[in-house]
T-cell receptor, first 112, second 116 residues
Framework: GQNIDQPTEMTATEGAIVQINCTYQTSGFNGLFWYQQHAGEAPTFLSYNVLDGLEEKGRFSSFLSRSKGYSYLLLKELQMKDSASYLCAVRTLDNYGQNFVFGPGTRLSVLP | DTAVSQTPKYLVTQMGNDKSIKCEQNLGHDTMYWYKQDSKKFLKIMFSYNNKELIINETVPNRFSPKSPDKAHLNLHINSLELGDSAVYFC???????????????FGQGTRLTVV
């Protein structure tokens, strides 16, 4: 089966750094993706990792360890607009095709 | 130039009715999906279509039927709507063959379905 876990909620202060962790147990692993979702809006793609290591994209970085089934999203220089839910998703690929399995999401509140 | 568009954005209907939600993507992707996001915000896969063939069908009631007239469209038809069907439904698309370096799934704006 597929299982993805993230903390439910996190709180951080404007200007700070926050790390959102994700652990997964899936079959047919083909990449780990992070999405941002503001209330009432669609998920938007932030970052992805296929190989182990750190990928940096401006204020956002994502890390992957496939052997540990672990990823994190690092947000630097937090801004109020970063208050949103952050979804960890595993892309799977098998004989039946491609799928994206999402974790429960982490709701991040950025305080002034 | 919306990449993935779905209509309607809001849908309020009575129990027992039949309704459809339409989805179109202009990204040239070969796989399209329907996801359901419930009140707890959990995004759960319902269907996946690759080259017009259903390839994933999770434990979704057969009142829900996806219909894909072509690679760019995946519509969702729901029969005999129930109160528990109230949720936000998202359409998404992605590319399996590595053409897009991001390989991500891209989402439509969502349809908020309320069954009364």
């Amino acid at each position: 089966g597929q299982n993805i876990d993230q903390p439910t909620e996190m709180t951080a202060t404007e200007g700070a750094i926050v790390q959102i962790n994700c652990t997964y147990q899936t079959s047919g692993f083909n990449g780990l993706f992070w999405y941002q979702q503001h209330a009432g809006e669609a998920p938007t793609f932030l970052s992805y990792n296929v190989l182990d290591g750190l990928e940096e994209k401006g204020r956002f970085s994502s890390f992957l360890s496939r052997s540990k089934g672990y990823s994190y999203l690092l947000l630097k220089e937090l801004q109020m607009k970063d208050s949103a839910s952050y979804l960890c998703a595993v892309r799977t690929l098998d004989n039946y095709g491609q799928n994206f399995v999402f974790g429960p999401g982490t709701r991040l509140s950025v305080l002034p | 130039d919306t990449a993935v568009s779905q209509t309607p954005k809001y849908l309020v209907t009575q129990m027992g009715n039949d309704k459809s939600i339409k989805c179109e993507q202009n990204l040239g992707h070969d796989t399209m999906y329907w996801y359901k996001q419930d009140s707890k915000k959990f995004l759960k896969i319902m269907f996946s279509y690759n080259n017009k063939e259903l390839i994933i069908n999770e434990t979704v009631p057969n009142r829900f039927s996806p219909k894909s007239p072509d690679k760019a469209h995946l519509n969702l038809h729901i029969n005999s709507l129930e109160l528990g069907d109230s949720a936000v439904y998202f359409c998404a698309s992605s590319q399996v063959v590595n053409r897009d370096p991001q390989w991500a799934a891209f989402f439509g704006q969502g349809t908020r379905l309320t069954v009364v």
